[in-house]
């Protein structure tokens, strides 16, 4: 689901993220929330749900009731007929809607991924980046911050590839959380002046954009 900032709940003390995993847009715009996977079925294989003994009562019923129908036995019987069928044909119908769900998740979340760059947001650096560009998303006239911020994330996301940050890779992550931050903090005031960018990446950029601002 897209939303305006996915996770945040703004009632939640220090912006809390509440999703474990976002997907960053090839473009500048809101973050997307990752679809959960299909999982399993019961987490058994569909084909282990259809087994002997319920081919055994589907057979048995549908005998039973076409000797009902066609032989004149006793009507009470169909109700053992039926229940036999039903009770054969439920576990296999239920695999069978629970492998369609999980499909159908499985291919939502496929097409997810292929709009974006997946983030791992379960390291508090990373949420603090997270926060810091869902509230400049939300600030009106952002422009080239805008710009500028979806870059800190997207060069973020990049070097990550959905994984938590090393201990070695955290201080690149927390420099690119201050300047958005910061940068959020100055799109509150107002909008910035566009400066020339091209090339730079997204730190000095927000730099830029603070300085001549």
Request: hydrophobic share 50%; proline share 7%.
């Amino acid at each position: 689901m897209v939303g305006e900032f996915p996770g945040f709940r703004p009632g939640l003390p220090n912006n809390e993220i509440m999703v474990s995993q976002v997907i960053v847009p090839h473009r500048p715009g809101p973050l997307v929330d990752v679809p959960q996977d299909g999982g399993s079925v019961a987490d058994e294989p569909p084909s282990r749900l259809i087994g002997a003994p319920e081919a055994v009562l589907a057979a048995g019923g549908g005998i039973l009731l076409g000797a009902v129908l066609l032989t004149g036995l006793p009507g009470w019987l169909t109700v053992i007929a039926v229940a036999c069928l039903a009770l054969g044909l439920a576990l296999p119908a239920h695999a069978a809607l629970l492998t369609a769900m999980r499909r159908r998740a499985d291919r939502r979340r496929r097409e997810a991924l292929g709009h974006g760059t997946l983030l791992d947001v379960s390291d508090s650096s990373v949420r603090r980046l997270v926060a810091a560009y869902g509230r400049l998303e939300r600030t009106a006239g952002a422009g080239m911050g805008r710009d500028a911020a979806h870059l800190a994330l997207a060069e973020v996301a990049g070097m990550l590839e959905g994984r938590s940050p090393r201990d070695a890779e955290r201080e690149y992550v927390i420099a690119r959380a201050e300047a958005v931050s910061a940068l959020a903090d100055r799109l509150a005031e107002g909008p910035v002046m566009p400066v020339e960018l091209a090339g730079a990446d997204s730190l000095a950029r927000i730099k830029a954009l603070l300085a001549e601002n």
